[in-house]
């Protein structure tokens, strides 16, 4: 059974951090994209950052990139996403998702994470102004 379980959210001033993880189980982690999503009220899920654990590989939204930074810890089955200088517009219910790599380039990994993937019941991040 696949499981991904989120976790470390929470409430953070504007330019605060926080560390969400996810962890993984049921599937083969090697061989697995898995990306964090995010969706605010009102608005459409987006793709926040993805990793290859085949290659290791990563993507990151504009909006995060300088931001964010995306790793994955093999020996615990966990994907982690470290944030730093949170705004506001990040709040949000933050989703980890993964799908099999079969090593196609990344608009179609994310494509698959967004449409096809396995989702988690979501991490609540609040970003106060």
């Known amino acids: 059974e696949v499981q991904l379980v989120e976790s470390g959210g929470g409430l953070v001033q504007a330019g605060g951090s926080l560390r969400l993880s996810c962890a993984a189980s049921?599937?083969?982690?090697?061989?697995?994209?898995i990306g964090w999503f995010r969706q605010a009220p009102g608005k459409e899920r987006e793709e926040v950052s993805c990793?290859?654990?085949?290659?290791?590989?990563?993507y990151y939204a504009d909006s995060v990139k300088g931001r964010f930074s995306i790793s994955s810890d093999h020996a615990k089955n966990t994907v982690y996403l470290q944030m730093s200088r949170l705004e506001p517009e990040d709040t949000a219910v933050y989703y980890c998702?993964?799908?099999?790599?079969?090593?196609?380039?990344?608009?179609?990994?994310?494509?698959?994470?967004?449409?096809?993937?396995?989702w988690g019941q979501g991490t609540q991040v609040t970003v106060s102004s």
């Open positions: 998702t993964a799908v099999y790599d079969y090593g196609s380039e990344w608009y179609y990994k994310l494509i698959s994470l967004r449409d096809f993937g396995f």
């Open positions: 990793i290859s654990n085949k290659d290791g590989s990563t």
């Open positions: 049921g599937f083969t982690f090697e061989a697995y994209a």
